[in-house]
């Protein structure tokens, strides 16, 4: 895959959501290859969750990936949901396809567009399913494998959660690292884009997959996204991606470079992340309750439920043999905080 890209890290895919005409195709590429984008992305049928909403210019679009092709000069990728697809791409000349979230979840599907790939060499980039599943994801690696799909690559694009969390699809560092650990060969990109739902998330995402060590971006990119049929929030203009990008840090991988620790290291920073997160929605909840109190005007500190919380804590954590005395410090800090918070609020007027 890497003869795809040119030299810089990270290897770059952008391009809008959805190709919309061949105008909007061509000026949005037009302006990302003078900013050294070396692949082009353009969704051609567009699985859409809701019903009545743009489904995708559909086979029409696949010529303008063509004069992409030869006005540029960069290879252009698509996303394919069936045989199908598979075929109009593969009639069409298209480079590269890609699996989204929701076609890795279908395993009929998986299977299906694998026979329809059989022994070709032409590049294909498996996002992980929408739900977080590893299982999915690595079986749909597997269904290409065993039909001599020989070049193959991972997107982590997050995972849908019905929690209240900062961006669109959360990003579970640790079941990427996981799944670069069981295919250290294969080119591991992430699709900041989709992780954020937003334009304002994905240059952190984007900063966070490097220092992960991944391969390379796929960003959504438009010409007008204030227009875009889909996904609208989430797309860059060309000259902003150029921007992100170049604010981006690439971690050097020094000579000598102790692979192992590293490896670690980025999980235990997956894990850290995490932790965070969880703490910020138990503080959430925390200061609902604050509230629900101050209206009822029932106490703070009600030590019978502390006493109960910390009792399961502990029994859990014995079950992970962890040590009792540790879960007591912490869960007293993380009383004391929420505690606080909430006298805060009461105290208001
Ligand atoms: C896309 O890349 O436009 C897309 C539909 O992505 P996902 O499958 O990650 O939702
Ligand atoms: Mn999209």
Request: with cysteine; proline share 4%.
């Amino acid at each position: 895959m890497k003869e795809y890209f040119n030299d810089i890290r990270p290897w770059l895919i952008a391009g809008p959501c959805s190709a919309e005409s061949e105008e909007q195709v061509l000026t949005t590429a037009r302006a990302l290859k003078d900013f050294g984008v070396s692949v082009f992305r353009a969704g051609i049928w567009k699985p859409r969750t809701h019903p009545g909403c743009f489904e995708g210019i559909g086979e029409k679009g696949l010529p303008w990936l063509r004069e992409v092709q030869e006005q540029t000069g960069m290879k252009v990728c698509t996303e394919v949901a069936n045989a199908s697809h598979v075929k109009a791409c593969l009639d069409a000349g298209v480079d590269m396809l890609w699996i989204g979230a929701r076609t890795t979840s279908n395993p009929f599907l998986v299977q299906e567009i694998a026979e329809s790939l059989s022994g070709t060499d032409v590049p294909v980039l498996v996002k992980n399913p929408v739900n977080a599943d590893l299982g999915l994801w690595t079986g749909a690696i597997e269904r290409f494998r065993a039909q001599d799909v020989r070049n193959l690559g991972i997107i982590h694009r997050g995972f849908s959660t019905f929690d209240k969390i900062r961006y669109r699809n959360a990003p579970h560092w640790r079941y990427a690292i996981e799944m670069r650990t069981r295919f250290p060969e294969l080119p591991f990109f992430c699709d900041p884009s989709h992780m954020a739902g937003s334009t304002e998330f994905i240059a952190e995402i984007s900063q966070r997959a490097l220092d992960l060590g991944m391969d390379g971006l796929m960003i959504e990119s438009h010409c007008r996204p204030q227009c875009a049929l889909s996904d609208a929030s989430q797309q860059l203009t060309p000259s902003a991606l150029a921007g992100l990008v170049g604010s981006l840090t690439v971690r050097e991988q020094v000579a000598g470079n102790d692979d192992a620790l590293d490896g670690m290291r980025a999980r235990i920073d997956a894990v850290d992340d995490d932790l965070v997160r969880l703490l910020a929605e138990r503080m959430d909840i925390s200061r609902e309750i604050g509230n629900y109190k101050k209206e009822r005007n029932i106490a703070i500190i009600q030590s019978a439920r502390f006493e109960e919380l910390l009792g399961a804590a502990k029994k859990l954590g014995a079950t992970y043999g962890l040590d009792g005395d540790f879960l007591v410090r912490i869960f007293n800090m993380i009383h004391d905080a929420s505690a606080a918070e909430q006298n805060k609020i009461i105290s208001e007027k």
